[in-house]
């Protein structure tokens, strides 16, 4: 049991204080994808865009080390696995488990979903105020 603690830490930065509510679909969800890079990693690895170097040229503002964490919580939750190839230098090329394909249809939709609702988005952020008292 502690040997699972110690690695359920290596990935999380945090320690639970509320436990998930595992009869909530949506709680579970936000749980796995909590965060704006899942979804994005998932969708350039689906394209073909394996390596990390390759994914932090692909999805802008990603800094190295919000992707490998990011990478890591995907792999731990089964969503991605991981090959390395040890030769010099030292390769690693990601690719999505069955679990994970199994996503790419609800992530294709919030995709199409999200570049149709993006310019009404715009045009909400570059007009509207907020007032915020001091």
């Known amino acids: 049991m502690f040997s699972i603690f110690v690695v359920l830490n290596e990935y999380f930065m945090y320690q639970r204080k509320i436990p998930i509510d595992y009869n909530c679909g949506l709680t579970v969800a936000m749980e796995v994808f909590g965060s704006k890079w899942k979804f994005c990693l998932l969708d350039e690895i689906s394209k073909g865009i394996k390596r990390p170097k390759d994914l932090v040229n692909a999805i802008t503002g ?73």
Do not use: C
Not at 73 to 99: A, C, D, I, M, S
């Open 62 to 134: 990603i800094t190295k080390r919000v992707l490998q964490n990011q990478l890591k919580e995907l792999e731990f939750h089964g969503l991605l696995g991981k090959t390395v190839y040890y030769e010099v230098p030292l390769r690693v090329e990601y690719f999505l488990t069955e679990e994970g394909e199994s996503l790419m249809p609800l992530i294709s939709a919030l995709d199409k979903w999200g570049l149709e609702f993006a310019p009404q988005l715009k045009n909400i952020l570059e007009n509207q105020t907020i007032e915020v008292e001091i």
